[in-house]
């Protein structure tokens, strides 16, 4: 049978290297300053759902909240193989934390309708709290399934997952619908096709448009990516964006380690399993 199927992508600061100047003074991280890119996990959930189209067929359906510029990342899931896409954007969306920002996912699916899977990254590598999936999977009343690597068997609304555990595995057996979280551990992502690449560089939202006749040629190429702010998802504002968080971010800070706190070890098979047990002692790994 086809499925129907939702994939979350998050545009993210590439936060590898934090500099000191992309930071504001309350704490948040300046967006502009840093190379937005595709939240790594998400394009291993995105791979998960090709996969599953791939044997059984179905739709895949991509959807990013964030600012207008986030069209980036709708844009890249098209070119890799999504069916459609939605921007969820509004200027009362900014500042959430992951309660605010899965009411407005969970808005959203609701918005879509039925749906078999719900596919996101394990963890977004800025606010790297893993958070945002199973709460969605909360509001939608569905059961969820993290850390995926593999689906191993899907038949009707009966699912086996394979998802790792501290030193394994464990599989789960499950019933559709169902949300998924897949780590970078799962099957590597294919590249963007280049004829969807092509097609899909012209795509825009409607933010991105001059004029309605821009507007309606896109629209007549399938290339306009849909938008839905806040009135559209009827959301209420006093649970969406900094208004409806009920964390704040303090203050970020970059760590940087300096020469006095580093230490030789020695490589004997002593010394390493000597470092091994002062790592596990310490909860490090
Ligand atoms: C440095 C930093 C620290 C933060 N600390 C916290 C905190 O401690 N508590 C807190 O509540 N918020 C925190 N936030 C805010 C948090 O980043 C946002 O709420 C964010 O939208 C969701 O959380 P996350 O980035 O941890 O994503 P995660 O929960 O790690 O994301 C998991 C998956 O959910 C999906 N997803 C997440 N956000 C979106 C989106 N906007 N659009 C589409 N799919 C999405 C993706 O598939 C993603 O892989 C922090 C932000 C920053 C920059």
Known sequence: MPYRMVCLVKQVPDT??????????????????LPAVVNPDDLFALEMALGVRDQHGGEITVI??????????????????????????DKRFAGADTLATSHVLERSIRKIG????????????????AQTGPQIAEKLNVPQVTFAESIEELNGDD?????????GYERIRGRLPLLITVTNTADRPRPPSAKRLMFWKKGKSLLGVQDGEERDRLAGK????PL?????????ANI?????SATWIKSVESVKLTARETRRFDTSDQGITGLMNELRNEHII
């Not at 399938?222 to 990516?225: A, N, Q």
């Open 222 to 225: 399938g290339l306009l990516i």
């Open 228 to 236: 839905w702010d806040l009135e559209e998802l009827g959301c209420p």
């Open 16 to 33: 590898r290297n934090i500099t000191s100047d992309v930071l504001r003074e309350d704490g948040t991280v300046n967006r502009q300053a």
């Open 114 to 129: 039925h749906f078999d899977l719900i596919f996101c990254g394990r963890q977004a590598i800025d606010g790297d709290t």
């Open 64 to 89: 990013s909240m964030g600012p207008p510029s986030a069209v980036e990342v709708l844009r890249e899931a098209l070119s890799r193989g999504a069916d459609q896409a939605f921007l969820l954007t």
């Open 240 to 244: 969406c964006g900094f208004q409806g």
């Open 159 to 167: 699912i086996i997952i394979r998802r790792t555990i501290e030193g």
